[in-house]
Nanobody, 121 residues
Framework: QVQLVESGGGLVQAGGSLRLSCAASRRVFPIQAMGWYRQAPGKQRELVASIHRSGSTNYADSVKGRFTISKDNAKDTMNLQMNSLKPEDTAVYYC???????????????WGQGTQVTVSP
């Protein structure tokens, strides 16, 4: 069973930056695709950005130009650099993994516990 562990959330003022990281463990095969999703109170979970092992990326329109996703294929780790943060980016951010890449760009089967990102006005 793949385990995904997020880190790097926190509180930041609008216009600031945060970097989220996700590390995968207990995998028997390199993870082919990973992504970040977020869920704000009272809203559905939504895609933020995803990345395939090949390097292909997919971003939500609301974060294009502000967020950058990256993946270290050798370590199966993933980062999300978030710049120019806005209060509407406030949410719990979840790491997602698709071990064989069969569902990418949709969400895979594995989820992390989530990390809170709060952007103050």
């Amino acid at each position: 069973q793949v385990q995904l562990v997020e880190s790097g959330g926190g509180l930041v003022q609008a216009g600031g930056s945060l970097r989220l990281s996700c590390a995968a463990s207990r995998r028997v095969f390199p993870i082919q695709a990973m992504g970040w999703y977020r869920q704000a109170p009272g809203k559905q979970r939504e895609l933020v950005a995803s990345i395939h092992r090949s390097g292909s990326t997919n971003y939500a329109d609301s974060v294009k130009g502000r967020f950058t996703i990256s993946k270290d294929n050798a370590k199966d780790t993933m980062n999300l650099q978030m710049n120019s943060l806005k209060p509407e980016d406030t949410a719990v951010y979840y790491c997602n993994g698709d071990q064989f890449g069969l569902k990418w760009p949709r969400a895979g089967d594995y989820w992390g516990q989530g990390t809170q990102v709060t952007v103050s006005p």
